[in-house]
């Protein structure tokens, strides 16, 4: 059994570095398993970057996330970034909106205090949106909306006891979907807001106010 499993996670490794990789057809419990190990990948590469202190950090942080959030309320895992937690619009605002929907509270009360549980981390919290061009909610495009939502965000988290000092909002428009926007399920993933648990790393090019279009640190 472990060296079925090291075999596949060396097939995976081989395909991460870029070499030709051809795969024999598999059974879903197969392939259910590479995707597993390609998730294990990740927060290797991920984890192996960081100082030990800072890795079991975010791991803790990871597993406070996960125990605390329903699946319907966000996902949680990692990525180049650092630990993301993913939230769909839906679960925080109203269609075209910035302002939090009161439902969306409890749901960041519970990620505010995990981020002050791992206090030497800095954060950022990143907006997107689909495609669709607005046309009648009243803002100039996609990328207004997401920083609107993004320091929609960021305010709460900090009213919630977040160091102002350590939380910045980005907000990317429709520039870095997840999915295809040609459908609607694909729409739907592509609008949310990311909670990003930095490296330490980060904080000397956390984002100061007009550094970059869409960027912006907390202010009262």
């Known amino acids: 059994m472990h060296r079925w499993i090291a075999g596949i996670l060396g097939v995976a490794l081989l395909g991460a570095s870029g070499c030709a990789v051809t795969f024999a ?71 075209g909106k910035a302002e939090l929907k009161r439902s969306a509270r409890p749901v960041l009360n519970k990620v505010a205090k995990v981020l002050q549980d791992v206090s030497g981390q800095p954060v950022r919290v990143e907006g997107h949106t689909d495609n669709v061009p607005i046309k009648v909610s009243g803002w100039a495009d ?27 909002a980005v907000g990317h428009g429709e520039q870095k979907p997840i999915a295809p926007n040609d459908t609607p399920e694909g729409r739907r993933e592509n609008r949310r807001v990311e909670i990003v648990i930095l490296p330490q790393d980060s904080v000397g090019r956390m984002p100061q106010n007009g550094d970059d279009s869409g960027t912006s640190t907390y202010t009262k």
């Open 25 to 95: 057809k598999r059974s879903p419990w197969d392939i259910q398993q590479l995707a597993e190990l390609g998730d294990q990948l990740e927060q290797f590469k991920t984890l192996a970057r960081l100082k030990a202190e800072e890795a079991e950090e975010l791991r803790r942080a990871k597993a406070m996330l996960e125990q605390r959030l329903g699946s319907d309320e966000a996902s949680v895992g990692y990525d180049e970034r650092g630990l993301v937690t993913r939230m769909l619009d839906r679960v925080l605002f109203d269609s």
């Open 142 to 168: 996609n990328e207004a909306l997401s920083v609107a939502r993004a320091e929609a965000v960021m305010h709460y988290l900090v009213e919630q006891g977040v160091e102002p000092g350590r939380i910045a």
